[in-house]
């Protein structure tokens, strides 16, 4: 079965802090997508990794990706409040379409 | 450029009533995708096209949900005799799948809220 499992589901975090989400898939892929949804608001692109040891850094995210352990994660670093949002990993496992990971919801507490 | 564009934004309808949701792409994008997003499923695929044709249509849930598109273009999303678990955002995503070029990030639609009452 393909899957895709994200954690944690919920993060509150102080700004300032840093955190990592993971996610962690079931089965070979290297094409991996993060993706940041606002609250009634569609899925914005914000990194797309297509290969083993890919890092992928835009203002105070990062983003890897491990292959061989089918793992990616999402660092924030020094959060602010606008990060706040919910954050999708999704992978193509080959069949064109996206298999997405339950989500993680972030809030950023002053 | 103008960026995937989906109608209505909002949409409710009795159970058992026929609804059609509408999702024009980013003009040249060959790759269409339909998404449904719910409290229960979280984001689930629906339908694929490339270009005309639908090489993946495992996601549609029954035989009540049924989509076509068009020129290449403009795509429908039919949902036939809607039940209240049918309650959810479509969400429309287009890719330009560029011949060699693997990996190509999705863009998406703002989404329908469809609720069945």
């Known amino acids: 079965e393909l899957k895709v499992e994200q954690n944690p589901l919920f993060l509150s975090m102080q700004e300032g802090k840093n955190y990592t989400i993971y996610c962690n898939y079931s089965t070979t892929s290297d094409r991996l997508y993060w993706y940041r949804q606002d609250p009634g608001k569609s899925l914005e692109s914000l990194f797309v990794?297509?290969?083993?040891?890919a890092v992928k850094q835009e203002g105070r995210l990062m983003a890897s990706l491990d292959t061989k352990a089918r793992l990616s994660t999402l660092h924030i670093t020094a959060a602010v409040h606008d990060l706040s949002a919910t954050y999708f990993c999704a992978v193509n496992f080959g069949n064109e379409k996206l298999t997405f990971g339950t989500g993680t919801r972030l809030t950023i507490i002053p | 450029g103008a960026g995937v564009s989906q109608s209505p934004s909002n949409k409710v309808t009795e159970k058992g009533k026929d609804v059609e949701l509408r999702c024009d792409p980013i003009?040249?994008?060959?790759?269409l995708y339909w998404y449904r997003q719910s409290l229960g499923q979280g984001l689930e695929f629906l339908i694929y096209?490339?270009?005309?044709?639908?090489?993946?249509k495992s996601g549609l849930p029954s035989d009540r949900f049924s989509a076509e598109r068009t020129g290449g273009s403009v795509s429908t999303l039919t949902i036939q005799r809607t039940q209240q678990e049918d309650s959810a955002v479509y969400l429309c995503?287009?890719?330009?799948?560029?011949?060699?070029?693997?990996?190509?990030?999705?863009?998406f639609g703002p989404g329908t809220r469809l609720l069945v009452l």
């Open positions: 096209f490339q270009g005309n044709s639908a090489p993946d």
């Open positions: 995503a287009s890719t330009p799948m560029r011949a060699g070029a693997l990996g190509e990030t999705q863009y």
């Open positions: 003009s040249g994008h060959t790759a």
């Open positions: 990794l297509l290969s083993n040891g």
